[in-house]
Nanobody
Framework: QLQLVESGGGLVQPGESLRLSCTVSGFTLEYYSIGWFRQAPGKEREEVSCISSSATNTNYADSVKGRFTVSRDNAKNTVYLQMNSLKPEDPAVYYC??????????????????????WGEGTQVTVSS
């Protein structure tokens, strides 16, 4: 059955980098946009980034533009989030999800949390001195 597993989180100092991975089993990502989201304690889950099925289009929240980069490898059923220049505002549990809203959008991704489902368990990112 469908399963998403986020990994790569950890404890880093401000300005350092992490790369998160979202690996999927029981499902082929080829035709679906994938999104990254995060949720800090006491806050609602918020959009971070998304990538279209063809990887020709990506979108980012204003808070991470220029620092985060999303990519994918459909052959490995994996999506990545490269997180550079991490800031104290970035700590959260990071989740990936699949945009299964119909009709499918192939040439772009829509960074709207309501479109995404099939969440993983998340991976914790902590930024501290």
């Amino acid at each position: 059955q469908l399963q998403l597993v986020e990994s790569g989180g950890g404890l880093v100092q401000p300005g350092e980098s992490l790369r998160l991975s979202c690996t999927v089993s029981g499902f082929t990502l080829e035709y679906y946009s994938i999104g990254w989201f995060r949720q800090a304690p006491g806050k609602e889950r918020e959009e971070v980034s998304c990538i279209s099925s063809s990887a020709t289009n990506t979108n980012y929240a204003d808070s991470v533009k220029g620092r985060f980069t999303v990519s994918r490898d459909n052959a490995k059923n994996t999506v990545y989030l490269q997180m550079n220049s991490l800031k104290p505002e970035d700590p959260a549990v990071y989740y990936c999800g699949i945009d299964m809203t119909l009709p499918l959008i192939f040439r772009q991704c829509v960074l709207s949390i309501g479109r995404f489902s099939s969440w993983g368990e998340g991976t914790q990112v902590t930024v501290s001195s």
